[in-house]
């Protein structure tokens, strides 16, 4: 287990269509975070999860997007009906106890909507 | 919320110069602030953090320092190496009351010249 992984690494979809991204984090975290990043913006947190459990989700995160961690292990995020305004990268991270202080990110999977 | 500002977006310098990067928070709660290393297509990486009950933290070439009466926070890498090149992003959360995510700023794009 050498970091977080995220699959896939670049996806192009057509406007409507719905995209699933999974996040596998680091084996022993119990906390895994979800963040979109824009093209010359910094990451904005999406949601997070502390084990199977959804415990925040932003205003960012309309009624197309979902996401799941069912066994408080890997975690997928779901857009339905993408649209152009969607494309952007989307960032996992986990961390353990250390919360806020111990995160280690993904390298993101790309989305563009065409 | 917190909105966590950063400047300059773009700045270049001469190998063996110092680089600074400033940052300024809204939230005078917040207390944690990290920042981060994204080199082109790779994930971002924490580099160095610094608690509100800390004034400055350095760890080799890099430090950090904070303000918080100003709520203002910097970076400054001495010796700039080919290898500090990156876009790097500070920053800043509250993490009382057991809040976990961090608000990042737009990011500064430094550019070692040789």
């Known amino acids: 287990d050498t970091g977080v992984s995220q699959n896939p690494r670049h996806k192009i979809t057509k406007r409507g269509q719905n995209v699933t991204f999974r996040c596998d984090p680091i084996?022993?975290?119990?906390?895994l975070y979800w963040y979109r990043q824009t093209l010359g913006q910094g990451p904005e947190f999406l949601t997070y999860?502390?084990?199977?459990?959804?415990?925040?989700k932003s205003r960012l995160l309309s009624d197309r997007f979902s996401a799941e961690r069912p066994k408080g292990s890997f975690s997928t995020l779901e857009i339905q009906r993408t649209e152009q305004g969607d494309s952007a990268m989307y960032l996992c991270a986990s961390s353990g106890d250390r919360g806020a202080y111990g995160y280690t990110f993904g390298s993101g999977t790309r989305l563009t909507v065409v | 919320g917190e909105n966590v500002e950063q400047h300059p977006s773009t700045l270049s310098v001469q190998e063996g110069d110092s680089a600074v990067i400033k940052c300024t928070y809204s939230d005078s709660a917040s207390n944690y602030f990290p920042w981060y290393k994204q080199e082109l297509g790779k994930r971002p990486q924490l580099i160095i953090d610094i608690r509100s009950n800390v004034g400055e933290k350095k760890d080799q070439r890099i430090a950090v320092t904070l303000n918080k009466t100003a709520k203002h926070f910097s970076l400054h890498i001495t010796e700039t190496q080919p290898e500090d090149s990156a876009v790097y992003f500070c920053?800043?959360?509250?993490?009382?009351?057991?809040?976990?995510?961090?608000?990042f700023g737009t990011g500064t794009r430094l550019t070692i010249i040789p």
């Open positions: 084996s022993e975290h119990n906390r």
């Open positions: 999860f502390q084990n199977e459990a959804q415990l925040e």
């Open positions: 920053a800043a959360s509250d993490t009382n009351f057991g809040n976990e995510k961090l608000t």
